[in-house]
């Protein structure tokens, strides 16, 4: 596993010196960095390009709501979180299946419907789901801690997946499905795999959500909830999960800075964004990974050029 | 009975408005093969041009309408120029997610402009109403349906006897043999993309006129429909697109009528996911062989 294990140490530190108002942000990019890596191992990793990833957090959201108004407490949430994210698994199978065949733009709409549908679902839920009015007054049990868990246990869910034999077959599909095909690789079982667990960890986003933000309605997650994770991840870069982490906190950053301006806020990520696609469509890490690997090299090569300097001089 | 007629009465109005925004996605596929997501934002941007026209400056219905048209033709040019030309040889994700960000972008100036509550058109037609046996049709829903069936037979004759029509089905068909044949494929797009804004913005200010209310974020639901409909009757064809937006109004207001008004833009999607795994190619689309 390749993180800066020290750098995640150190912030954990943190946690008693900011004020309620950051803490909120902290939790949003701690959740949105959970949906972003999630996506980008869909979307980055496996090229399937979808835009449904609001309905599988909204399921995990639901499911947590449910259990936790049951059982307040602790193990209401895990077993809220666990709940939510076997449903969303099963869910991304009936998302995945289908949608096997189609490419491109077809897949992302077909995404985009089933997400809508999952949305008109939660609506249309009677008394468990309460409609379009949402439900309320859940029991806020997450904070840093937990938050901080799930982002290392998300994070290092797709970093292990991506370096083993699994990951490799999903980036051979990426990168060329026919190809990939013939080389043997079943593209059946890895694009349901890659669906499945970004689902599932979509849907641990959506436990967080629920069990900070004491609210939940359908409308929260719409086909523009799902656009914000998308924009985090192709700035961070498509197929970077360091490239996500660092999206999510700078455009996390950036949201709250920019609060006052509502629409001028929405309208300058709009043009940054065509920007970005059209000068640097890979985002801004690419697909490169800042690992200790790279980071030991880079130091090693400085001193390497000193030496040589030495040598010649 | 009666009730069923009335619902057939009322699918058409809403599937002319949904043919003429079809139109517009499935020539735009057709031809740089991109779901323009913006393209559901020009109708809307239509519908506020319609309503500056009538209410700010007092138009009649006739030149609102043409003065609608000629904006949203100049947008949808300016679109394609600026952000989506450059992108013509990138990856497919990149070009959608450059659509969608000009689908936000429209959204939210509008909203920075004209604010995002609802504004209400004045009324410019007439409200006639007449009775066919116990069916109540307005003049407006005639009105309606008559301009979306003119306009439609006029692109009809436009893409088939036209030099530049033809242009456009061959670099439909294939952008460097046409080159090759002397077409300039940039022209011919920009044309496209026109012709398509244009239906929109004429949709956009002929919802705003039957519905009397517009928000900025009213074209993104019947955008996607739109482009349900269009994918139906199979995306790239122009028949296709008008038979398409007829019958999702119809199976939309059935199933609004009879099951139930919540569910139909789930059955609307689901609907989508039913062709795209059975006939992704739709009702009258060709099926394109993927070449390695």
């Known amino acids: 596993m390749c993180l800066a294990i020290y750098g995640i140490v150190a912030v954990l530190i943190q946690t008693g010196l900011l004020s309620s108002f950051y803490q909120i942000t902290l939790i949003n990019v701690c959740i949105n960095i959970v949906l972003a890596v999630s996506l980008n191992l869909i979307i980055g990793f496996t090229g399937q390009f979808s835009l449904g990833h609001a309905g599988f957090m909204s399921i995990g959201a639901y499911a947590t709501a ?24 099963v869910a991304s199978l009936a998302v995945a299946i289908p949608t096997l065949r189609l490419r491109g733009d077809y897949l992302a709409i077909a995404t985009l419907g089933f997400s809508e549908i999952i949305r008109i679902i939660m609506v249309n839920g009677g008394s468990l ?44 599909i990426r990168d060329d499905e026919i190809a990939a095909e013939d080389m043997g690789v079943n593209t059946t079982m890895y694009k349901t795999m890659a669906f499945a667990i970004g689902a599932m960890l979509a849907a ?11 609210v939940i309605k359908p409308s929260t997650f719409n086909f523009n ?15 970077s999960i360091t490239g996500s982490i660092i999206g999510s906190l700078v ?63 | ?40 934002d020009i109708y809307m941007v239509g519908a506020y041009l319609g309503y500056l026209c009538i209410v700010r400056f007092h138009m009649g219905f006739v030149p609102a309408l043409l003065c609608t048209m000629v904006g949203t033709m100049v ?43 609802i504004k209400t058109y004045s009324a410019v037609l007439p409200s006639t109403i007449y009775h066919i046996g116990d069916v109540v049709v307005t003049f407006q829903q005639i009105l309606i349906f008559l301009i979306s069936i003119a306009l439609m037979i006029c692109l009809n004759l436009f893409v088939t006897r036209t030099k530049t029509g033809c242009a456009m089905r061959a670099v439909s068909a294939d952008a460097d043999a046409a080159r090759l044949m002397g077409i300039d494929v940039d022209r011919t797009i920009s044309i496209t993309f026109a012709l398509g804004s244009a239906l929109a913005g004429a949709a956009g200010i002929m919802v705003g006129i039957y ?46 009528g009879y099951i139930s008004s919540l569910l139909k833009d789930a059955v609307v999607y689901a609907l989508l996911i039913v062709i795209l795994i059975f006939k992704p190619s739709g009702l009258l689309g060709v099926n394109r062989r993927e070449k390695v």
């Open chain 2, 1 to 40: 009975m009666i009730q069923f007629l009335q619902q057939i009465v009322n699918s058409l109005s809403l599937g002319s408005v949904y043919v003429l925004v079809a139109l517009g996605y499935t020539m735009v596929y057709g031809i740089i093969h991109l779901i323009n997501f913006a393209h559901g």
């Open chain 1, 66 to 89: 449910i259990v936790l108004r049951m059982m307040p407490n602790m193990y209401g949430l895990l077993i809220g979180a666990i709940v939510g994210m076997i449903l969303a698994g």
């Open chain 1, 251 to 313: 455009l996390g950053v950036l949201t709250t800075m920019l609060q006052d301006l509502a629409y001028l806020r929405m309208i300058v990520y709009a043009v940054v964004l065509i920007i970005i696609m059209i000068f640097r469509p890979q985002g801004l890490l690419g697909d490169r990974e800042f690992s200790m690997r790279t980071f030991k090299r880079w130091m090693t090569r400085r001193k390497g050029t000193a030496a040589d300097d030495k040598a010649e001089g």
């Open chain 2, 211 to 256: 519905y009397n209310t517009i928000n900025p974020l009213m074209g993104s639901t019947p955008g996607m429909k739109a482009f349900i409909a269009a994918v139906f009757g199979g995306v790239g064809s122009i028949p296709g697109a008008m038979i398409g937006g007829f019958v999702i109004a119809f199976i939309e207001t059935m199933v609004g």
């Open chain 2, 75 to 117: 947008l949808g040019v300016i679109i394609e120029r600026v952000a989506y030309k450059p992108l013509r040889n990138a990856s497919r994700i990149a070009a959608l997610i450059t659509a969608i960000a000009v689908s936000i972008l429209l959204e939210y100036v509008v909203m920075y402009f004209m604010g995002p509550d």
């Open chain 1, 129 to 172: 789901t309460n409609g379009a009015a949402g439900l309320s007054g859940i029991p806020k049990l997450n904070d840093w801690t937990i938050s901080f868990v799930a982002v290392v246990l998300a994070v290092t869910v797709v970093a292990n997946v991506i370096r083993s034999k699994a990951g490799r077959n999903c980036i051979a």
């Open chain 1, 225 to 239: 909830a799902s656009i914000n994770v998308l924009i985090i991840v192709v700035f961070g870069g498509i197929g």
């Open chain 1, 204 to 214: 641990l986003a959506g436990a967080m959500y629920a069990s900070y933000f004491y």
